[in-house]
């Protein structure tokens, strides 16, 4: 199932309005949150984070972090080669699907199809997230929501 932006699963793309909380701090979308990790003012990070789809895109669009590989968290510098960074990527994506019940229902109803995605990049070093990082997540989560999901 192509999560492609004419798709039906264009749902879960990253551009939706799908307020969650990260870290304590609101998010209206992930495409906002993603985008604001390229801001190293934690105050103008605050207000990306309430972005939604291409408002969100394009307000990070400029930003030129991959000249150093350096992304943010409220100040604090992370590597986007690090296992912290990563890290921070589950700890967003489980964020979401676990606070913002339209989210968790539209991923559960893709049922065991397997997710692609042909609109994003492959190279780490030009993205904030791959391709491949963002479908290996959703199909984690999916396996893990199936699992404890009642019958």
Do not use: Y
């Amino acid at each position: 199932m192509d999560i492609a932006e004419d798709s039906p699963a264009a749902e879960l793309s990253n551009f939706p309005l799908r307020p969650f909380i990260f870290r304590g701090l609101p998010a209206n979308s992930m495409e906002g949150l993603l985008q604001a990790l390229k801001f190293g003012d934690p105050e103008k990070q605050k207000l990306v984070m309430t972005l939604v789809g291409k408002a969100a895109k394009f307000k990070g669009k400029k930003k030129r972090w991959w000249r150093d590989q350096t992304l943010f968290w409220q100040g604090t510098a992370i590597k986007r080669d690090s296992d912290e960074f990563q890290l921070l990527l589950d700890e967003a994506f489980d964020a979401l699907f676990t606070q913002n019940e339209e989210a968790r229902q539209t991923l559960l109803a893709t049922g065991d199809a397997v997710l692609t995605h042909t609109m994003g990049k492959q190279d780490p070093t030009t993205t904030v997230l791959t391709e491949q990082e963002f479908v290996s997540r959703l199909m984690g989560i999916r396996a893990r929501l199936t699992l404890t999901s009642p019958e």
